[in-house]
């Protein structure tokens, strides 16, 4: 049977080296960057930075963003972690009366109107929540990595450019070592990774992909390359320009 293990699980020659560096950066924030939270989309860069902090005893609370748009598997997947989890679990959902308000008044699919409907529509369900997680946080960790794309390219480690850091312990690696550790160490994933979704958000937002497509093509796959951000991860100065 192909699945997503069987697919993509090819480590690069260098996988120990970065496996290191990971645990290193992860072991380091814990101590220097506390209070500091990881942020989960569940994944599979997540669910193996959210398994090496298990694996090295680090105390990295974590949370997750509900948007009331997630898949099934993304569900049965957060009781499963929360189930699991040695650490805080938090589940960070939108205030409903906001989301009421937008979808009377822009529809239950905002997101297909118009580029600035699916970021307000994000900013809501998204931006808004994440801010709540971070509150008194001085540093969050996630799993960006700069083979994603190109707006991702330069991604550091640790950014410290902004007030709050984000520690981004995979940032050098490759898609081939992210399954290659989920095959190594048996980790629990979200089995739309089988269906050749590669990057998995809302479910109206996120299809599978074809064979050559980029990582995140299936993400508002009807936008322009230059829009595939939700807000999350855009530093304020952005947000503000």
């Known amino acids: 049977m192909t699945n997503a293990i069987n697919l993509h699980a090819r480590p690069s020659p260098a996988f120990a ?21 990881q942020a989960s989309s569940l994944g599979a860069e997540d669910v193996v930075i959210t398994h090496i902090v298990a694996r090295l005893g680090l105390y990295i609370p974590l949370f997750v963003l509900d948007t009331g748009m997630l898949h099934a598997e993304t569900l049965a997947l957060l009781a499963q ?3 699991e989890s040695k650490v805080p679990v938090t589940v960070y959902e939108p205030v409903q009366t906001s989301v009421v308000e937008f979808v009377k008044r822009e529809g239950s699919e905002p997101m297909y109107k118009s580029v600035a409907l699916r970021k307000a529509c994000c900013h809501i369900r998204k931006v808004l929540p994440l801010e709540r997680a971070l509150l008194g946080q001085r540093a969050w960790v996630t799993g960006l990595r ?7 390219g330069e991604v550091p480690l640790v950014d410290t450019s902004e007030t709050r850091a984000k520690v981004n312990p995979l940032a050098n690696w490759t898609w081939g070592d992210v399954w ?7 980790v629990p994933y979200n089995p ?7 990057s998995i958000g809302c479910a109206p937002c996120t299809r599978a992909i074809s064979l050559g497509e980029d990582f995140r093509s299936g993400r508002w ?14 530093k304020h100065e952005e947000t503000a320009a």
């Open 17 to 37: 080296d970065k496996l290191l560096e990971a645990e290193t950066t992860l072991a380091q924030a814990a101590t220097q960057l506390a209070p500091l939270t």
């Open 81 to 83: 972690t929360k189930a």
């Open 146 to 152: 700069r083979e994603q794309s190109a707006a991702r």
């Open 180 to 186: 290659h550790y989920i095959s190594l160490h048996q």
């Open 192 to 198: 739309l990774h089988d269906q050749f979704f590669p």
């Open 221 to 234: 796959w009807w936008e322009s390359e230059n829009a595939k951000e939700c807000g999350l991860h855009v």
